[in-house]
């Protein structure tokens, strides 16, 4: 029965290998096998010492082989790894790492998402000689492992909306959190609170948390990942993967497939190294800040090693995170750092992870920063030394100048006109009080308030507008030629001449109001008061980070079309004399998709506001989402920006977001769908995934409005939905309504 038991053991080691390796290194598998059923055939007449022998033999042999196949490792192999049933989980963490746990928010599929689960758990440590129990919040994906319900680790909105909740009240209860990253990706799923929406939020959220958030990686696809990981400290297993998107889909991209057809192996082999997803990757970009090292091919939950060495890491990464935070205990620290790398029974050392009101302000301020910095060297900036030089010193005068006219003398001022006017209004009700009987005595003349009636009850002058035309008109406008509008055989819409309909009309549809695509320049050069546009970050372009194979000349390509140096656009301008700062994000220039560039001055625009106390307005003319061809370097401006913006908003600024044409993807699941103002430009569409992408991933048809702002607007995800025409009066509407205490003209 024992022989029995360990060929069991090796049959499934030797059924792993052939799943991770297809078709690959089928000498050693084959070897494995042949020598696998010799013995398991000898067993039956051998001797229990020949047995022993044999087997012993046989387990030497696998191991030798596998760590021979652990060096020839490429990064698909590794994702296949991660992929694998016999890949340890959250389960089996919980269960082997922490001392006790409780799930809550639901258990096993009577859940509102079996894929994300919550529990609270504790740590046994010793204090002093004295047994003390230290409780986190653990969050994490389950991929189940055969449960279907938990749909493979991808979170549903309301999965992420609950590791959201269960997070504040962490935060409130003053406890760490310790988050599991074991997702392909999001479900992409629109229903309420829709699936980009949550991930914004929960990016937000987690920019402003005040306790210790700790992340560990072992599969991170893209926004699902994104969602509970932005992390002061991100732990990456060795053979896990961190990436902007799946190999495969990669692979569907660059070979231009369509209908459902599959990316040749070798394709997917070479779009999975392209990507530099791989732990090694992540480490030197500075994505992750430690690699936790697994046994050879992957860990599997027989590893009960393994899991002592996640418990050790997890304990080390949150002591380092408290005392950093803290900026006491010098001793403790420099042991932490010392012995980063050697044994260390961190059971018997004596860190407290509860933080005073400072520590926690230190804390959030360090995780911020941390995320600031991430990828600016990735970025091309063709400004010269002299030239960053003088915006630096720039930016620091705009810092003084506006601390002392806005924060010092304005602040000072209103509140002494604000004293006056109170005793003005004292003044005026003793005065009414003192004068009343003598009033009583007077006579009112008719004639006395003639004027007065007189404007009450005439009607009042039409104002002319005074802009007699667009500024900016298409150039679809010189095609002489009559457009079909999509909803006329249902509304019964009249043909329309282009030049009337992409000039005075504005691509708006005369009788139901459709809204025809029109270029960024429209709103650009429209909305904002004339001569009153001044460009900043021109120098910044978008590049190739990761040499990519052929996307130099895709860029290339896209620059010389657009004549843009990168898919956004920042600038200064005005809207009726109210200086704002706009950041267009162009549908034009390669789906407007972002990466490092954009990211970069996306970051500093919204910081640049916060200096000059602008208002921070962004246009999405459209966007595909997040650059795949940048890898981890553009899945990264999701939580560096959110961080830019929070910053922004929570020193009283009004950032207002305005969606036109199509938006998808990483940009709304982030710092676009964070905001608190969201408009849509009518007909404009706004999702976490194209309709494409859902029938992939889900095998769902999903209806022609699913993404429809109209949808966006019933759940919750948008606030209003403007008219083309109408986009400067709202926004000067907004200026004068909307937003914190900290804008100049307040």
Sequence with gaps: MEWEKQLHQLSDRLSYLKDIFPGKHEEDIALLESRLSAV????????????????TSLEDLFFFIECKLEDKLTPMDKVRIVRHPQRICLRDILENVYDNYTEIGGQGEHTNDPAMVIARAYITRKRHGKVCHQPVLVIGHEKGHGEEFRNGGSAKPWGNAKAKHYMGVAETEGIPIHAYVFTPGGYPLEDYPGAAQQIARNIYEMAGLTVPLIAIFSEGGSG????????DKRLMLSHGYYSVISPEGAAAIEGRLRGGARASADLVERCAKDLHLTAEDNLKFGYVDKIIQEPVLGARPYHYEFFRTIRQEVIRATDEVVLAARGLAPLRAATLRRFRDRELNLDEISVRWDLSRKARQRLVE?????????????????????????????????EIYNRLIYDFYHRNRRTFANLLDELGSEWEMVKLRAMKPWNKLRRKPVAENAAAEEELTTLSEWEENDRSGWAWVSDKAREDRAISCPYSAKRGCMDMWAPDLYNEFAGVCSTCGHHFPMEYQWVMNNCFDENSLYEFNTEVEAGNPLSFPGFDEKIAEAKRKTGLKSGCITFEARIDGVQVVVAILVGSFRGGSVGVAEGSKFVAAADRARRKRYPFIVYCHGTAGIRIQEGTHGVIQMPRCTVAVRRYIESGGLYLVLYDTKSYGGPVASFLGCAFYQFAIRSSDIGFAGPGVIKNTTGMDIPPDHHNCYKALSRGHIQGVWDRRDVRANLRQALETMGGRNLYYR
Excluded: P
């Design 366 to 398: 360090r995780r911020q920063n941390k995320f600031i910095k991430a990828s600016h060297r990735e970025c091309q900036n063709r400004r010269s030394i002299m030239g960053r030089l003088g915006d630096a010193w720039s930016e620091q005068w705009w």
């Design 40 to 55: 398991r055939q000898k067993l039956e007449t051998c001797s229990q010492e020949e047995a022993q022998a044999d087997m």
């Design 224 to 231: 699902g990942a994104e969602a509970i990981s932005l992390a």
